[in-house]
C-alpha cells in the first residue's frame, strides 16, 4: 500500500513541476515597463490645482514615451533641480531629498523615484461610475 501510495505521489508531483510555470534568467531580464493605457491626455493645461491637502502634483502635460524605470528616470530631465532651472519645470521639493528616517540626501530619495506612482497625467474621458465628488477647496470655498 506504501509504494503505491509513494509512486501516485510521485506521478502526482511530476504533473505539478510540469505544469508549473517556467522562470528563467535573472530579473535584470524582465521587461521594466508596461506602456499605460493613454487615453485622450490633456495637453500641457499648466499647474493644476489639487482637490484635497497634501495631494500630490498632478502632471499637467502628456507622459507618453517618457520612461520611468530602474535604469532611467527622464522625469528628471527636466524637474531635477538643475535642470528646472532651465527648462522651467517645477523642480523636485526638499522632501523628495530626505529619506524614510527623515535624513536629508544630496540626491532624490530612492524612495521617491518612481515619479508616476504618486504624480498621475489628466485624462478628458468621461467616468466610468457617476458621482458628485466636491473636492475639499470647492467646499471650503478656496
Partial sequence: MRKYLALIL????GFVMAEAPKLSGS????????APGFHNPQKDV????TTFPFQPPL???????LQVSKNVNQCLACHAVEPSKVTGATPL???????????????ESPSRYFCLQCHVQQTNVNPIVQNKFESVRQTQGK
Fill in 27 to 34: 530579473i535584470d531580464d524582465t521587461t521594466e515597463s508596461v
Fill in 10 to 13: 510521485a506521478a502526482m508531483t
Fill in 93 to 107: 521639493p526638499k522632501s523628495h531629498f530626505t529619506n524614510r528616517d527623515g535624513k536629508a540626501l544630496q540626491t
Fill in 59 to 65: 502632471v499637467p502635460h502628456s507622459i507618453r514615451g
Fill in 46 to 49: 499648466g499647474n493644476i490645482p
